[in-house]
Nanobody, 111 residues
């Protein structure tokens, strides 16, 4: 049974930082690209960032320089470190491996 269990997130003021973590079980981890998506209120789910087994990363333009995707291949774990958060980053964040999704984690940026 494939499981992607997320943790972290929460409420932070603009300019603050949060981290979201995703642990993968029941699915091969090494060699697979892990993606982060988010769904902002009233909008379609959108790609945020990705992390490859080789350490490669990719980001949507609006989060470049603020978000960092990383992974620990020994622990089957991926993280999304989010700095300098803005109200428009408020969303439910999801991790994805192949077609398996995490349960989602709420990130709220508000003063």
């Amino acid at each position: 049974q494939v499981q992607l269990v997320q943790s972290g997130g929460g409420l932070v003021q603009p300019g603050g930082s949060l981290n979201v973590t995703c642990v993968v079980s029941g699915h091969p981890f090494n060699g697979y690209y892990i993606r982060w998506y988010r769904q902002r209120p009233g909008r379609e789910r959108e790609y945020v960032a990705g992390a490859g087994y080789d350490g490669s990363t990719n980001y949507r333009e609006s989060v470049k320089g603020r978000f960092t995707a990383s992974r620990d291949n020994d622990k089957n774990l991926v993280s999304l470190q989010m700095n300098d958060l803005k109200p428009e980053d408020t969303a439910v964040y999801y991790c994805l491996i192949e077609n398996y999704w995490g349960q989602g984690t709420q990130v709220t940026v508000s003063s």
